[in-house]
């Protein structure tokens, strides 16, 4: 009869040795120089988060305090309701102002990717006279405010008969300069062997356009979709000058007058709309936030 052996059998992986802490103390100051610069990044970060996200939650439990609650009486409110979301929409014509405001946001975005698209691809290639100078121009533009213009371009829009129309508030919003050099920092970045290799099989101009810089553009892509929804979505100066009639109200336009009407004039009801007004934007971020960030890293290989 064999005698009992404490040997692990083959093929047992030894047990690991328990971790000792460094008795070097230049090791353990870099270890505290690496936990105190990786909590300073934590607390910076958690700072960020909450001047960020304060205000829209502050917004939010505002919005669902009830009729008699203090607004100022404590930051959770005692009995939430929502309330106030329904007298904002028997207040004013709150869905008539989202559906104009759709529109123009629709026709914004689709614009935007379409032309912005077919500018970018164009600065993007080499080959035809003039194209630094046309950059150069398109670049000059983005130092002029749009208050310095808004004049010319309601005089242009009058002319046109486009006042108090929806076309006339989505016009001057149907391209932006900065989308233009979006799609073209994201058609800079798609490798030239590529293109090259399209070209061999035979593929025109169009054909590169549709089948390979274009999939190889959806987070620019995204980036225009969600900035060009932002912009018409959050417009409230150029509609204020172009529309008269309360029809026509986009949504921004729409809860200037239920901030100003004396029956409802409530920091509540103000609230509810105006997280009425966020709530759009936040789900189209967050459906789109994959392609989004993806999208600022493409733009952020090759300008």
Sequence with gaps: MSAPTDRAPAGTPAPAAPRRPPTDPRVRADLRRRL??????YVTLLLML?????????????????????????????RPTFDNYVLVAESFPLLQY???????????????????????????????KGR???FTVLVATLMFPFESVMISMFLTVRGMGLVDTLIGVWLPGAVSVLNIMIM????????????EAAVL??????????????????????VVCITSFMGAWDDFLWPLLVLTDSEHYTLQLGLKTLAGATTTSDQRTIAAGAMAALIPMMLLFFALQRYFFKGVAEGAVKT
């Design 132 to 134: 630094r100078s046309v």
């Design 36 to 41: 105190l610069g990786r909590t300073a990044r």
């Design 184 to 195: 073209r920092a994201a058609f800079l970045s798609v490798p030239r062997e590529i293109e």
């Design 50 to 78: 909450v001047v960020m996200l304060g205000p829209i939650v502050w917004q939010f439990l505002t919005s669902i305090r009830g009729r008699t609650e203090n607004v100022y009486d404590g930051l959770l409110p005692s």
């Design 98 to 128: 989202v559906g104009n405001t759709l529109i123009v946001a629709a026709l914004s975005v689709t614009s935007n990717l379409l032309f912005a698209a077919m500018g970018g691809y164009a600065l993007s290639r080499a080959g035809w």
């Design 201 to 222: 099989d035979g593929a025109g101009e169009w054909t590169r356009f549709t089948r390979v810089f274009l999939p190889s553009a959806k987070g620019a892509l995204a």
